[in-house]
C-alpha cells in the first residue's frame, strides 16, 4: 500500500481494499513466470493500469521493458534487440481486431527472427477476450503461438476516490442504446459481485431503466449459482444499491455544469483524476505595461482528495471558490511570515520538519488551482458563455416551444462549435420530450449546412439511441413542477439544496436518489412513474451471519424511525455521469440529518460534449 492511494480511505467502505484485489489479480499474471518480461501495450490502458500498479510494482515483478503496442508497427517492429533478456513478452489490449493484426505482426517478425530461441507470448484481454479476437489471431496464424496464454484481466470498477468508482467505458452508452448490444451487462454484475464479496451483501437494491433491471436479475442469478456456502461471511457495509440508466435523465449531460471540478471537465476534460493543461497563452504586462504573450509549460495536476484544497473547492458552485483560494493564500502569507520570524537553528530545524513540506505541497495547490481559476473565470465572463447560460435557462423554463431557437440557428451562422450547438439542441428536445417532424428537420438541415454531411452519421446515431427523437407525451412541465427542479432564489455560496450546482436547476437523477431517500418514499410512486424507464426493488437474502445494525432494513423502513445509523448507499449510473451529479449527491452526504451517506459507481465520467461524441462511428 503507497501513500499516493490515501484518498482511497474511508471509515465506512475503504476502496483501498478494492485497489489492492485489483492489484493482486493484475499482478498475479507475472508473478506466475519466471524471468524479464517485457509488456507491449495499448496506450489508453496505461492510465487506468497506472492507478493499479505502478512501474515500481511492475518492475519488482521482472517487468524489464514496456512499449506502446500501436507504435511496434512498420520498421519499428519487435527486433532481436529489443528482446535480450527477456523470457515473456506480454501484449496488453482491449478487444480490438486493428490490435490483433498489430500483434500476429510482431509475433510473426520475432520468431523469424529468433528461431532457435524461445519466448513464451502472452495476450491479457481487458476486460475480456472475444470470439472474433480469437478468430481473427487463428487466421493471421499466430493463435498457437499462444498456446494456454489468452487471458483476461478484470479491470472494471476503478477506485477513483473514497466515495468514486468508474469503469471508464464511454462506449457503453452506445452499445446499449444505439446498438442494443448488452453484452457488457455482464461486466457491470460482475463489478457488483466483487464489491459485494468485498464489502458485503447488499441487503437491498433499487432501480430505474431497463438495463438497470436487467443488471439487477444477473446479480440475483449469480447468487443462486454461487450457492450460500461460497458467499463470504462480511457484514455489509453498503446497505442500498440505487441502479440508474443514462436515459431517465438526459437533461442533466446537457446542461453547463457549474461546479469547480464540473467547469474544469468542460473546459479541460478529466481523465483518471489528470487535469492536463495544455498550452495556453496567457497575456501579462511586461515593464513597459504593454501586453506579452507568454506561453504556459503543459504540466499535469491530479485531482483528487490527497489534494486538501481541492477537495474542499470542488464540489463548491465557481463562484464559491474565491473566498477559500483568498483564505488559503493568507493562511501561506502568515506562515511564511512566521518562519521569517525565526532565529535560532533550533527553531529553523522544527520548521522545517513539521511545516515545511505542508507549506511546499500547499503552495502548489493553491498556485495550481488560482491558475486553473483564472483560466476559467475568463472563459465564464464572455459575453459568448452568458449567451449560452440564458439560452439553456430559456429552454429548462419551456420558453424553446415548438420553433426553431434563434440562438442555435445563430450559433450556427457564426460557426461556434458544434457540439455546443448540438447540446443545446438536445436540451431543447428533451425538455419538450422531442421533436414535431418539421422542427426536428430544420435542425439537422441547418446543421449539415453550417458543418457538411460528415455528421450526418452522428445526428442519425443520435436518432437512433433516442437523444433526438419525435415528440411524445410532454410531462417535463409536470416532473419539474412536483420534484422541484427549477429553483429561483440559489444560495451558490451556502447552498441549501442541489440545484447550486448547476445555480438554478436541480438534476432530475439526483432528485430521484433524494426522493427514493426519503421517509415513506413508497409515496412517490406515481411521480417516479412519470420518469422514464421502469422502477423496481429487490431484497437479497443475507447469509447467516452478525450483520450491522439494521443493515437489512429497507429505505422506507430505515427512514421511518427505526433505525438511528446512517446508511450507505452506491448509486451506479448506467451510461455515464457528470462531476455535476456526483456533486449533487456529495452535498446530500453532507447534511447532518440526511438518512444516507453516498458512493457513486459509473460506467464512464461524461459531460455534454463527450456524451455526444461517443455516439460518432469509430469512437
Known sequence: MTTTSSHLSSDRVNLLDLKEWLRREFLSFFEDCPG????????????????????????????????????????????????????????????????MSLIAHNVLSVEKELKNEIKEFHILFVPRMTHLCEKKLTDLGVYGSFKKNLKEIFLDLIPLDNDLLSMENPQLYKDLFLQNDPTYLYNIAKSLMTIQSLYGIIPNIYGKGKYSRMIADQILRMRREMGHNQETQITPKIDNLILIDRNIDLITPMMIQLTYEGLIDENFGIKYTQLEIPQEKIKKPNQDDKLN?????????????????????????????????????????????????????????????????????????????????????EL??????????????????????????????????????????????????????????????????????????KYFELLNNMEKSNILHQQGVKNFDIVCKKMNLLVDKVNEETPNDISYVFSGYAPLSIRFCQYLTRPNWKAYGDLFGLIPGEFFEEVQYLPNMRKRRNSNTSLNSAQSGQSMDQKMTLVFFIGGCTFAEISALRYLSSINDNPTEFMIATTCLINGKSFIQSLKEGF
Open 36 to 99: 524479464k518480461k517485457l509488456i507491449a501495450w495499448d496506450k489508453q490502458l496505461t492510465q487506468p493500469l497506472g492507478l493499479i500498479a505502478d512501474y515500481r510494482v511492475l518492475k519488482e515483478r521482472g517487468v524489464d521493458k514496456m512499449m506502446d503496442l500501436r507504435e511496434l508497427r512498420d520498421t519499428r517492429i519487435l527486433k532481436k534487440k529489443d528482446l535480450s533478456d527477456i523470457s515473456h513478452i506480454f501484449f496488453i489490449v482491449k478487444p480490438k481486431l486493428e490490435l
Open 293 to 377: 504573450v507568454v506561453e504556459m509549460k503543459k504540466s499535469i495536476v491530479i485531482l483528487n482528495s490527497s489534494d486538501s484544497l481541492f477537495a474542499e473547492i470542488r464540489d463548491r458552485n465557481f463562484n464559491a471558490i474565491n473566498p477559500v483560494l483568498s483564505r488559503t493564500a493568507k493562511e501561506l502569507q502568515q506562515t511564511n511570515e512566521e518562519k521569517n520570524r525565526l532565529q535560532s537553528v533550533s527553531q529553523l530545524r522544527m520548521f522545517v520538519e513539521k511545516t515545511l513540506k505542508t507549506y511546499q505541497v500547499k503552495k502548489t495547490s493553491l498556485e495550481n488551482h488560482m491558475t486553473i481559476a483564472e483560466i476559467i473565470k
Open 380 to 453: 465564464t465572463m464572455s459575453d459568448e458563455f452568458f449567451e449560452k447560460l440564458l439560452t439553456q435557462n430559456d429552454l429548462l423554463a419551456g420558453l424553446g416551444g415548438e420553433k426553431p431557437n434563434s440562438y442555435i440557428i445563430n450559433s450556427m451562422s457564426r460557426g461556434e462549435d458544434i457540439y455546443t450547438v448540438m447540446r443545446l439542441i438536445c436540451l431543447h428536445c428533451a425538455v419538450n420530450n422531442g421533436f414535431k417532424t418539421s422542427l426536428l428537420e430544420t435542425y439537422k438541415r441547418e446543421i449539415i449546412r453550417a458543418y457538411g454531411i
